[in-house]
């Protein structure tokens, strides 16, 4: 390689490189190792393309010549590691001014000055940014030589700005300044061709014509039409205007009678004049006799472009405006936005505005109603045809105007949204709250209170307040009176938007409320003493004892707690205890007799409070009802008992009286209480006396226990071999194997205390019945005071030794098999020492008092029952008859 070779290498021209070596600042091997230094620094440079530019330097340089001390590296052979001379002066300076013009649709041309100090300058970097964006692009990924560039791949229509980097080995130079705004558009080019040349008039010498505009405007602004002419029997165009003609249209004068012309235009803009246009069909100049026809309109064909968006129908959120809106996907400078509806210019019409903004036109309704419905066209001039069209209907779509008017409204008379409507509650004491809930409230809300056309202000007697958290805005009234009838209404302005609620309180509902309000006020002074919780009320137990029941509070030691029934005092046998927060009052065998006015009173130092309770009518009705429920659900199965009067029919329950809603049948119809059918009951059960029983009485029994809302039916089935012929001693027979008593126990024994007492009797049955004692219903075990024997499976014993008046009751004795079995019943009423013998208990029949000495003595009773049970199903339905006396009893117990 010859020297001059090297130095083009380098970068330097052959007088540069000598000068460099005359002046004897650097050796030629210096300059050598400090040239492959540059170049090995070359051959690895690489640009940090970041979003503001920059350069990464593999080795360190200096920024103005000198000296500096290299990093070891190795080229070929050669191995370089000392101080080196750089001979130039670091990075270029900046580029100069930046300048960029439209270039197509999608690009833009950008050209820039070249810098003052270029220090072997290898290239540019070009950034851009979209106006109001603070991120730049990257134009380029590599130095570009030229000065100028073409940014392809931007945004139609959009705004940007450029800068431009000097680059070289040292890196890259400061940013030049930013270059003007430019909108992407196409370059300016001469318009196309005119069309459409109509001729409007003629008066024999002259022809006025009109055309329509060039279907592309070029960039710029239509700005001038030059008009040609020529016989329509030759080629030869002849100008008929030299100066341009601005509007389209045009009279050309001096033309000749009865001769057919043709005539082409061209029009001009900044870049120059387009191509003509096709020849006009001809015309011929001759006076018109009709008259000339109106003002001159051009119409542009309403159709949508593809290319394009579709006219949209809409309200402005922030006025509440109805508008059509277009945005067009081409525009130039020049271009226009033309209006018209059903296919007429809207020109100046006061009921529209246009207004247009970028590439986007408004067409704004100012008044709209049903005169505003119609198809709506738009037309972009200066464009290939870009338009649209739009039909306005007055219902049945999102863009009706009727839908659009109801939006408009309320954008323009916003409404502050309610969730719950103004409303009133009565509080404790007596007060009275009105009140309403909005959706949301903002801090700066504001409102009053209107009673009766009168504001009212928080103060003495009411107090208002809101709460922004929840939206709610009340006001409370202390004290509730007549005088506070009437309307009550609130108004509410939160920013643009306002609302009223309001409430008529007036009438039948104003009494109620102030009825309410009193009542609420006199149940805080009540309950400032001791007080009931909970009036009177009744439960009944599953004993059916019937309760009167309250609860009591705010009470103490001292409080007195009193029944009374009809103003009479109840002395309970069981003394209240208020302490315990709860009092009640039994009534037992609950009746008819029950009924009356029941009032509990509560006093103490602190004040007093009472409690009535009406027995009657409805009430007591539904005290029988639940008495009812409890007893149906506990009614036992019909058992069948021989009294002497005939046969009777029994059900057992844990209460009955003959208030409750019972009901006997027979074969499904309903019996009523005769000579022949008795119907009683007694506490412990219901029964159906059947005197004289006969075959017609043979069928199903049924008892019906109603409760109001349940009826509760028990059956027992006497067909079958009832009756059987023969006589009295065969009936006997039949029943011959049942458990019974055969004799010994009195009805009523009254003995005196620390005396011994049996109750011994014979039993019989086959096979051997089972015996069981009851006092008071509660089966008697056998202990030291109480001693229980059955001895042969024939003698039963009952013995009490030293009886007290505890041992008072009503005891019974159970004799059972299989075939059935009797329950016997006797009353034992104890004495003290020195007292008279007490009368026998109403119900019971009188006896003479049995003595110590007599204890054990066989007694007849009066009656006895036998009844049979679904344990043998065989003889289920085997009735056994018998009337007898106690005689009769004592003469065939031992046949038994």
């Known amino acids: 390689m010859s020297q001059g070779t090297q130095c083009q290498a380098f970068g330097l021209t052959l007088n540069e490189f000598c000068i460099l070596l005359n002046s004897k600042s650097i050796t030629l091997k210096e300059f050598c190792v400090s040239w492959l230094s540059c170049i090995y620094s070359k051959l690895f440079y690489q640009r940090d393309r970041t979003a503001g530019g920059g350069s990464g330097r593999p080795f360190p340089y ?65 950034d851009g940014r979209a106006v109001g964006s603070k991120d730049w692009f990257a134009c380029n990924h590599k130095p570009f030589k030229h000065n100028r560039f073409v940014v392809h791949g931007l945004i139609p229509g959009e705004s940007y700005v450029f800068r431009v980097q000097a680059a070289n080995v040292f890196g890259l130079s400061e940013e030049s300044q930013e270059s003007s705004p430019i909108s992407v558009e196409p370059a300016l080019a001469t318009p196309s061709a005119p069309h459409g040349i109509t001729m409007l008039s003629s008066d024999g010498s002259t022809i006025t014509l009109a055309w329509r505009s060039p279907r592309h405007c070029g960039g710029s602004r239509v700005n001038a039409y030059y008009i040609d002419k020529r016989d329509a029997d030759t080629l030869v165009w002849k100008e008929v205007n030299l100066s341009a003609v601005t509007e389209r249209i045009c009279q050309v004068d001096n033309l000749t009678e009865g001769t057919f012309y043709e005539f082409r235009i061209q029009a001009g803009n900044l870049a120059g004049v387009g191509v003509p246009s096709a020849p006009s069909s001809p015309m011929k100049c001759e006076a018109w006799t009709f008259p000339e026809p109106g003002p001159f309109t051009l119409l542009h064909p309403s159709h949508t472009d593809s290319r394009t968006k579709e006219i949209v129908a809409g309200v402005d959120e922030a006025t509440g405006d109805v508008f059509l809106s277009f945005e067009a996907s081409e525009i130039c400078e020049t271009s226009v936005f033309e209006w018209s509806k059903n296919y007429k210019a809207i020109g100046d019409c006061p009921r529209l505005a246009v207004s247009t903004k970028g590439r986007t036109s408004r067409l704004t309704l100012t008044n709209p109603d049903k005169d505003d419905l119609g198809r709506y066209s738009v037309v972009v001039t200066d464009t290939d045809g870009v338009s649209s069209s739009h039909t306005l209907t007055e219902d049945g779509e999102s863009s009706a105007l009727n839908t659009m008017l109801e939006l408009s409204y309320a954008i323009r008379n916003p409404v502050v949204p309610l969730k719950h409507g103004l409303n009133y509650e009565i509080l404790e004491k007596g007060h009275v709250r009105f009140w309403l809930q909005a959706v949301k409230l903002s801090p700066s809300v504001s409102y009053r209170f209107i009673v009766n056309d009168k504001e009212i202000s928080s103060g003495e007697g009411q107090k208002i307040s809101h709460d922004v958290a929840t939206g709610i805005i009340q006001m409370t009234v202390d004290h509730f009176t007549r005088a506070n009838e009437g309307t009550y209404t609130v108004q509410i302005h939160d920013g643009k938007a306002k609302t009223q609620g309001s409430l008529v309180l007036v009438g039948d509902v104003f009494k109620a409320a102030l009825k309410e309000a009193e009542f609420q006020r006199k149940e805080h002074i009540r309950k400032q003493g001791p007080h009931f919780s909970e009036y009177l009320y009744f439960t009944v137990t599953e004993e059916c004892t019937v309760m009167l029941a309250c609860k009591v509070a ?12 009809e103003d009479e005092e109840i002395v309970p046998d069981t003394p209240p205890n208020v302490l315990s927060g709860a009092c009640a009052l039994p009534l037992h065998l609950f009746s008819r007799k029950d009924q009356g006015v029941y009032k509990a009173v509560l006093s103490d130092d602190r004040g007093k409070d009472s409690s009535v309770f009406d027995i009657s009518g409805t009430v007591f009705d539904d005290i029988i009802n639940a008495i009812a429920h409890i007893a149906g659900e506990s009614a036992s199965d019909l058992v069948m008992q021989c009294t002497p009067e005939g046969i009777r029919l029994q059900c057992y329950m844990n209460y009955y009286t003959e208030e409750m809603k019972t009901v006997w049948k027979h074969k499904g119809s309903k019996i009523a209480s005769s000579e022949k059918m008795r119907i009683g009951g007694t506490a412990e059960m219901a029964w159906m006396q059947i005197c004289d029983p006969s075959d017609k009485e043979k069928g199903q029994y049924a008892i019906e226990i109603s409760d109001g809302v349940t009826t509760h039916t028990r059956t027992f089935d006497l067909s079958g071999q009832v009756f059987p012929v023969g006589s009295r001693s065969n009936w006997m027979t039949l029943f011959s194997d049942r458990g019974r008593v055969v004799g010994g126990l009195p009805d009523v024994v009254t003995i005196m205390e620390e005396k011994s007492l049996s109750l011994t009797c014979t039993v019989w049955g086959e096979p051997t019945p089972e015996v069981s004692w009851f006092k008071n219903e509660q089966e008697v075990a056998s202990n030291e005071h109480t001693k229980v024997t059955f001895d042969g499976g024939k003698f039963a014993s009952l013995v009490i030794n030293k009886v007290t008046p505890e041992d008072s009751g009503k005891y019974s004795i159970n004799v059972r098999n299989k075939y059935g079995g009797e329950f016997v019943e006797i009353t034992v009423s104890v004495y003290k020492h020195g007292e008279q013998i007490p009368e026998p208990k109403l119900g019971q029949p009188k006896t003479a008092a049995a003595p110590a000495s007599t204890a054990g003595a066989r007694q007849i009773p009066e009656r006895h029952a036998c009844f049979w049970t679904s344990e043998v199903p065989e003889r289920r339905n085997r009735l056994f008859f018998c009337r007898w006396s106690s005689k009769c009893l004592v003469s065939v117990s031992s046949c038994w």
């Open 554 to 565: 705010n009470v103490k030691k001292e409080s007195a707690f009193h029944w009374y029934r």
């Open 62 to 126: 200096p920024q103005d010549g000198g000296w500096f001390t290299n990093r070891s590296f190795a080229a070929g052979n050669l191995s370089v590691s000392k101080c080196c001379f750089c001979p130039w002066t670091g990075v270029p300076s900046a580029p100069g001014q930046v300048v960029a013009t439209r270039n197509t649709k999608s690009s833009v041309f950008v050209q820039w000055e070249s810098p003052k100090h270029q220090n072997s300058l290898m290239g540019y970097y070009i």
